[in-house]
């Protein structure tokens, strides 16, 4: 693992180097700019709106809007120039005139930058229509250039999470911005110095008490840029989308000491339970179908994490069996099932509960929906499990943070008892359900 993480880290290293001063228009191998001649083509009109409900309005309406943002781009300020120009291969903003979005919207992605902001001006970013890093020519004492302010997930009980990090700078200097984000996983480096580190990005729109369920950042938006109080420019603006597999390989690598493999990749050894409910093929555990059990780990647990890759056939169905005592429903007798199920399983087997989609606490507590690679990809999940409270992470997304102590028969699916959900220990496996999931890179760590 050491290795892996060395090989990842120069992989993510290299092109940053190869970027240089960024004096050069010419990006990195595999990155491509953002900005293209002398106008704004590529680019419209954005103001900070929440883009769950943006995304469903009627699609008029949404390019009424849009027309309506893009033209303040181009309207004169007090220079009696544009808010918004392109100066050679520049970015400007005059501190005014709204925000500026790519048109093409990102999901995982690097992207590599270069900005300047005059005295008293800064810049705000959003990540996929989200606030995400706020950089300041003349930052507040406390926060540096070395600082991310309040971070990310901070704030207080009251509070799920502060949406910004702030960043300083020095006025009329040329600076050098990275950011990396995998699901909601960011990480920003001002030149070449890391200021946030692997961080959950928040949903500024989701501020709400803990114990209201949070819907985690849209898994794709726009890149979106906004000014204040005074110039700001940008240039070299480059960037590099993210594959599946690269993503798996990035957030496997973050924080896997103590990770235990549990499967060897040959056969199951170490394995029980309905060990003829699946089959090793190419060093992974495929479920065979037309067969129904639980595969478990023969080893008992209390507070854990598990790391697993998993691929879906189209409306394929498994989970995750969660202190599963070694007989019975996985889903009912133990303390859960974490549900594995095709996002798009109601298109083609017909409609479910949101209680059974992908992530959810099996008949309990729903998870986010959305956050899965197209059927075929693997997908990266980690399910930390620590006393009554279930966490899912899929593909660096939290989809599902919840307590089951909070948990009764009053939101059950279908009125189903849930007789384990108190489970204080037991086995972790598989519950299969007549369909060719694939399961690999299966790792535990108790804590």
């Not at 290795?3 to 940053?16: H, K, S």
């Not at 893009?70 to 120039?81: E, I």
């Not at 990749?265 to 093929?281: C, F, K, P, T």
Request: glycine share 12%; proline share 6%.
């Amino acid at each position: 693992m050491t290795t892996l993480r060395a090989v990842l880290g120069l992989i993510i290293a290299i092109p940053f180097l190869l970027l240089g001063s960024l004096s050069a228009m010419e990006p990195p191998a595999g990155f491509s700019l953002l900005l293209h001649g002398s106008d704004l083509a590529g680019w419209r009109g954005a103001e900070t709106v929440d883009p769950r409900p943006f995304n469903e309005l009627p699609a008029i309406e949404r390019a009424g809007l849009i027309a309506g943002w893009t033209a303040t781009l181009t309207q004169k300020g007090a220079s009696g120039k544009a808010h918004w120009r392109i100066e050679k291969g520049e970015l400007v903003n005059d501190g005014a005139g709204g925000s500026a979005a790519t048109e093409i919207e990102f999901g995982d992605f690097d992207l590599r930058a270069e900005y300047r902001l005059a005295a008293g001006a800064s810049s705000r970013l959003y990540l996929r229509a989200v606030p995400a890093l706020q950089l300041e020519a003349d930052p507040a004492p406390g926060k540096t250039d070395a600082s991310v302010g309040d971070g990310f997930w901070a704030g207080d009980p009251g509070v799920r999470a502060v949406p910004l990090a702030v960043v300083g700078g020095n006025a009329g200097e040329w600076r050098r911005l990275r950011i990396v984000l995998l699901g909601s996983r960011t990480s920003v480096w001002l030149d070449d110095r890391l200021v946030v580190d692997h961080a959950i990005l928040a949903n500024p729109f989701e501020l709400k008490p803990p114990s209201t369920p949070l819907r985690p950042i849209l898994p794709r938006g726009p890149l979106q840029w906004r000014g204040h109080g005074g110039e700001m420019r940008w240039r070299n603006l480059c960037i590099r989308p993210i594959g599946g597999d690269e993503a798996g390989q990035l957030l496997a690598a973050r924080g896997a000491a103590g990770f235990k493999k549990i499967f060897n990749g040959r056969d199951l050894a170490g394995w029980a339970g309905d060990v003829d409910g699946a089959e090793v093929n190419d060093g992974a555990i495929v479920w065979r179908p037309a067969k129904r059990g639980t595969l478990y780990w023969n080893e008992t647990l209390a507070n854990f994490q598990v790391r697993v890759a998993f691929k879906l056939p189209p409306g394929g169905n498994n989970g995750l069996a969660i202190r599963y005592p070694g007989k019975g429903n996985a889903a009912f007798d133990g303390m859960a099932e974490v549900q594995v199920l095709d996002d798009n399983y109601e298109k083609v087997r017909g409609k479910i509960d949101p209680r059974q989609a992908h992530g959810s606490a099996a008949e309990m507590v729903a998870a986010a929906r959305g956050y899965q690679r197209p059927i075929g990809e693997w997908n990266f999940e980690e399910v930390t499990v620590e006393g009554s409270r279930l966490k899912v992470e899929l593909n660096g997304t939290v989809i599902l943070d919840t307590d089951l102590a909070n948990i009764g028969p009053a939101n059950y699916n279908r009125g189903l008892a849930h007789p384990g959900k108190d489970r204080t220990e037991g086995f972790f496996g598989f519950a299969g359900h007549n369909d060719p999931v694939a399961f690999k890179d299966i790792f535990i760590r108790p804590f």
